[in-house]
């Protein structure tokens, strides 16, 4: 039991500033027994305060928790059931009688007595005992009686323990003990003899006192009277001190009542201040101004001093709204008269504020539908009416602008509502919805048209950039594909453009003998204008259009507050929404949603800029490239402005369609080559496809300067020069009029040039590569032709530096009967100087018969073939002074000679 007590002073009464004077184990009486302790107490502080507690164990854990208290001055009376029997059973008299049984008799007399004692203390016999032994009343000794509260033990505490009957002894005591033990030194060897000793002594002084009291008898007497009279004169005194006690306890009654009724006005202050707290809370936060209420239901909402005004009311309303009440607050009725008509005035403004932005949406998309682009029918059927005729023209002369509307106005007019839009967000998330979807729906429509009609004037003004008989730059076909725009007769112009610049070129070698004038590069630039002109007005239309939206509608790409989360300002206590607010589902993030907002506006832009785009690879397949380098250059721009934009995700999805169209651009012109074919009757020269490489580098150079895509480029020079490189090599295999060398050297040099005066870097392997097999062509058709005017001497010779090669010295093959000095000076004897010379002239015929004019590489053949025989020469004078010694025979005609044929034979032709 002392842990108990000890346990709950330390953790129930010692934190409430009260003292734990008795406990008692007890369980109510007649029921299941459920345990718990009564507990007199005592407050430290002035007045004090007499209490019983009770304390129970609590369910959860193993603590104690305080369940109920009485005061003392409210006990009216204490049974404890029998005064002669030992009875645990006891009753205590508050408001209503509470029967307990304690666990143990003592326990129960131990606590009685303990309220008795603060009875008598504090009280003064107010509380009646019944059936309670005489021997638990006892009276307080009169000198605990006189002890002030607080610092009697044994009334105001009756559990504390008494002092132990051991006391220590003072600094007297044992100076006298240690000069009586000095005195007698044997008194710890000999405890005997010095208790004896003492005995004597002690004997002796009694025998001193009593001789010294006989002596002083009449003294004694003396004293005893004014003992006598001492206590008739206490008598007296303790009679008035009962009297003056008699008065002070009613004094006391009276001072204690006054605590009392001064703590009820504590509290009662304390409690009219909390409750002026609460008034001025309500008052601040949920007070809305006339001002507010009048602008929120009357409020001019077209003026700006009056959205000016309806957007502060929304403010303060919305603040009023979102209050963090205070716990109890919602059941106050003036509360609940507040919200309810915060609620109304919210419902009220926000169906004003819908149908009036309604009407809004409604009379600026009239007003700007009213002065849309048009382009008149007869536009159309002029262009159907004269096939024959100059369209471009035409087309030119009547066509609209090629420019978009701007919505600057209507967004200016618009912006004014932002503020009161993100406060519909925050109070009425359907109307909000509502709100966005209509303007969705009325700019689509109006978007729809826009763009229609401009892509429509864009179509024109690209179909009359065709001119008759323009060929292609490979001397190729254009893509083919079906053209998906919605205008039938733009498709139809387009086709007969390009089917009428096809129908002139029937044959590879035909398109081959066209001039690069042929080729109306004005056409090209003139479309890449206008597609970049396309661009350019799509790009900040729609970039203001976003712009617009994040701002009117408040999606400030960043993520939503989630579902209860609601943001305060100035300080204002904010609340979770109720569960009847903004059931919305926050999943999506604001960017996701201007994001649907604008694919859902501008739906019709990526479909028109696809069939803009079939359109100008319809008309000229090197389209593609101009088109792929604006396409990549605005889309490498947008995705610096935002990566994540509509515009950077349209022009991304159309770029891979522009992408897709050069790859297969690229992939016709290489079919094409490999579809080639070579006639049989004129000599080959410079192929179609080898000049039309040279063009197309040319011009993508000039397209690809500086662009973001140049790796597309890079990629597909190289696919296109090893499908030349493969269709060369074809061709001269098949040719039959050109010599296969002849048209390996002219092709393959030309390509060198092609690619030294380029200089792209990417194919810098290649360029090795063609000069390379044209190198080896060069020679070997040098060496085979040469073989032609000196035939026998070359064959004489060829049989010389055979026998050597089998093993016959040098010096005896002049033995050998067919290499003998007679059939030397014989072979030698068919080539005079004028037999060479003549051969040479027929040589220079032949290989200018094969040699094609426009690649001129006749006087680099001849100079070849010139350093070639000189070589020859010299070999075989070298093969007779080694293999014919002594013999004295030489050529019949010099290196001088050889040269003088060569020039001459220049010069004549």
């Known amino acids: 039991m002392t842990a108990i007590k000890h346990a709950l002073?330390?953790?129930?009464?010692?934190?409430?500033?009260?003292?734990?004077?008795?406990?008692?184990?007890?369980?109510?009486?007649?029921?299941?027994?459920?345990?718990?302790?009564?507990?007199?107490?005592?407050?430290?502080?002035?007045?004090?305060?007499?209490?019983?507690?009770?304390?129970?164990?609590?369910?959860?854990?193993?603590?104690?928790?305080?369940?109920?208290?009485?005061?003392?001055?409210?006990?009216?009376?204490?049974?404890?059931k029998d005064a002669s029997k030992e009875n645990p059973e006891f009753d205590l008299h508050f408001e209503k009688v509470y029967r307990w049984v304690a666990s143990s008799t003592a326990e129960k007399n131990s606590f009685i007595s303990c309220i008795w004692k603060l009875n008598q203390r504090y009280l003064r016999k107010k509380v009646e005992f019944v059936n309670v032994s005489s021997q638990l009343l006892e009276e307080l000794p009169k000198a605990e009686e006189s002890v002030p509260s607080g610092e009697s033990q044994s009334v105001a505490g009756g559990d504390e323990d008494a002092l132990d009957d051991y006391q220590e002894l003072n600094a007297r005591e044992e100076q006298d003990i240690e000069g009586m033990m000095e005195v007698c030194e044997y008194a710890i060897s000999n405890a005997e003899a010095f208790a004896e000793k003492?005995?004597?002594?002690?004997?002796?002084?009694?025998?001193?006192?009593?001789?010294?009291?006989?002596?002083?008898?009449?003294?004694?007497?003396?004293?005893?009277?004014?003992?006598?009279?001492?206590?008739?004169?206490?008598?007296?005194?303790?009679?008035?001190?009962?009297?003056?006690?008699?008065?002070?306890?009613?004094?006391?009654?009276?001072?204690?009542?006054?605590?009392?009724?001064?703590?009820?006005?504590?509290?009662?202050?304390?409690?009219n201040g909390k409750l002026l707290d609460e008034i001025q809370f309500l008052v601040n936060y949920m007070d809305l101004s006339k001002g507010h209420i009048r602008a929120l239901q009357d409020g001019d909402l077209s003026s700006p001093k009056g959205i000016e005004a309806c957007i502060n009311a929304s403010e303060a309303l919305l603040q009023c709204m979102n209050v963090a009440l205070r716990p109890g607050h919602e059941k106050l009725m003036a509360v609940k008269q507040q919200q309810h008509l915060f609620t109304e005035l919210r419902d009220t403004f926000a169906r004003r504020l819908t149908n009036h932005l309604n009407n809004v949406f409604v009379h600026q998309f009239n007003h700007f539908s009213h002065f849309k682009m048009t382009i008149p029918q007869f536009y159309r059927s002029s262009c159907m009416s004269l096939p024959g005729h100059d369209q471009s023209s035409t087309l030119s002369q009547h066509t609209a602008d090629l420019t978009l509307p701007k919505h600057s106005p209507l967004h200016r007019d618009l912006l004014r509502y932002a503020k009161l839009m993100e406060w519909l967000k925050n109070t009425q998330r359907e109307k909000y919805d509502g709100l966005s979807r209509t303007y969705v729906d009325?700019?689509?429509?109006?978007?729809?048209?826009?763009?229609?009609?401009?892509?429509?004037?864009?179509?024109?003004?690209?179909?009359?950039?065709?001119?008759?008989?323009?060929?292609?730059?490979?001397?190729?076909?254009?893509?083919?594909?079906?053209?998906?725009?919605?205008?039938?007769?733009?498709?139809?112009?387009?086709?007969?453009?390009?089917?009428?610049?096809?129908?002139?070129?029937?044959?590879?070698?035909?398109?081959?003998?066209?001039?690069?004038?042929?080729?109306?590069?004005?056409?090209?630039?003139?479309?890449?204008?206008?597609?970049?002109?396309?661009?350019s007005e799509l790009e900040p239309l729609c970039l203001a259009e976003q712009d617009f939206i994040s701002k009117f509608f408040k999606l400030q790409q960043h993520p939503t507050l989630a579902q209860g989360e609601v943001e305060s300002d100035g300080g204002v206590p904010s609340r979770q929404p109720p569960p009847g607010e903004h059931r919305h589902s926050m999943s999506l993030?604001?960017?996701?949603?201007?994001?649907?907002?604008?694919?859902?506006?501008?739906?019709?832009?990526?479909?028109?800029?696809?069939?803009?785009?079939?359109?100008?690879?319809?008309?000229?397949?090197?389209?593609?490239?101009?088109?792929?380098?604006?396409?990549?250059?605005?889309?490498?721009?947008?995705?610096?402005?935002?990566?994540?934009?509509?515009?950077?995700?349209?022009?991304?999805?159309?770029?891979?369609?522009?992408?897709?169209?050069?790859?297969?651009?690229?992939?016709?012109?290489?079919?094409?080559?490999?579809?080639?074919?070579?006639?049989?009757?004129?000599?080959?020269?410079?192929?179609?496809?080898?000049?039309?490489?040279?063009?197309?580098?040319?011009?993508?150079?000039?397209?690809?300067?500086?662009?973001?895509?140049?790796?597309?480029?890079?990629?597909?020079?190289?696919?296109l020069i090893r499908a030349v490189f493969m269709n060369v090599e074809k061709v001269a295999n098949e040719s039959q009029k050109t010599p296969r060398d002849v048209v390996m050297m002219e092709n393959f040099h030309h390509i060198f040039s092609t690619q030294s005066r380029l200089k792209i870097s990417c194919l810098e392997t290649e360029r090795r590569e063609a000069k390379h097999k044209y190198t080896d062509h060069l020679q070997s058709y040098v060496i085979n032709s040469l073989g032609q005017p000196l035939e026998k001497l070359n064959h004489f010779f060829e049989g010389v530096e055979a026998r050597v090669a089998q093993g016959v010295r040098e010096e005896e093959v002049s033995y050998q009967l067919a290499f003998n000095k007679q059939e030397l000076r014989k072979v030698i004897k068919e080539y005079p100087g004028k037999e060479v010379k003549k051969g040479l002239d027929n040589l220079y015929k032949k290989v200018d018969k094969h040699l094609c004019e426009e690649e001129s590489l006749l006087q680099v053949v001849w100079h070849s073939m010139q350093d070639e025989f000189i070589r020859q020469y010299k070999h075989f004078e070298g093969l007779i002074g080694r293999c014919y010694p002594g013999s004295g025979i030489t050529m019949e005609f010099t290196i001088g000679d050889m040269l003088e044929y060569f020039s001459s034979i220049a010069q004549s032709h």
Not at 11 to 27: A, Y
Not at 32 to 42: D, E, H, R, W
């Open 9 to 80: 002073q330390r953790d129930i009464f010692t934190p409430n500033d009260e003292r734990l004077l008795s406990i008692v184990n007890v369980c109510k009486a007649g029921k299941k027994k459920k345990n718990c302790f009564l507990c007199a107490t005592v407050t430290t502080e002035r007045p004090v305060q007499v209490r019983v507690v009770k304390v129970k164990k609590s369910d959860k854990g193993d603590f104690y928790k305080r369940q109920m208290a009485w005061e003392l001055r409210d006990l009216a009376e204490v049974d404890a």
């Open 198 to 271: 003492l005995s004597r002594e002690l004997q002796v002084l009694d025998g001193a006192n009593i001789q010294s009291i006989m002596a002083s008898e009449k003294q004694v007497n003396i004293l005893m009277q004014l003992l006598d009279e001492a206590l008739s004169e206490v008598d007296t005194i303790e009679g008035k001190l009962s009297s003056y006690e008699e008065m002070l306890q009613s004094v006391k009654e009276q001072m204690d009542q006054i605590s009392q009724s001064n703590r009820l006005i504590q509290i009662s202050n304390t409690n």
């Open 442 to 535: 009325y700019m689509t429509r109006l978007y729809e048209r826009e763009i229609k009609d401009f892509f429509e004037v864009a179509k024109i003004k690209m179909a009359g950039t065709t001119k008759e008989g323009k060929g292609n730059k490979f001397g190729l076909h254009g893509s083919s594909g079906k053209l998906t725009g919605s205008t039938s007769s733009l498709n139809k112009l387009a086709v007969q453009s390009s089917s009428s610049r096809r129908s002139q070129s029937s044959s590879l070698l035909d398109m081959g003998n066209m001039s690069a004038s042929d080729l109306d590069v004005a056409d090209r630039t003139k479309f890449d204008k206008i597609f970049e002109q396309v661009l």
């Open 589 to 719: 993030t604001e960017k996701d949603m201007v994001r649907l907002m604008m694919n859902k506006i501008f739906q019709s832009i990526e479909t028109e800029l696809n069939s803009l785009i079939a359109l100008g690879d319809k008309i000229d397949s090197f389209h593609s490239l101009y088109m792929l380098v604006k396409m990549s250059h605005h889309v490498w721009t947008a995705q610096n402005v935002d990566p994540t934009s509509y515009l950077s995700t349209t022009l991304g999805n159309v770029l891979v369609t522009v992408k897709r169209n050069f790859d297969k651009c690229i992939s016709g012109q290489i079919r094409q080559m490999e579809e080639v074919k070579i006639s049989k009757k004129s000599k080959v020269g410079i192929l179609p496809f080898v000049t039309g490489f040279e063009e197309f580098a040319e011009l993508a150079e000039t397209i690809f300067r500086n662009a973001e895509r140049r790796g597309d480029l890079d990629k597909a020079y190289v696919k």
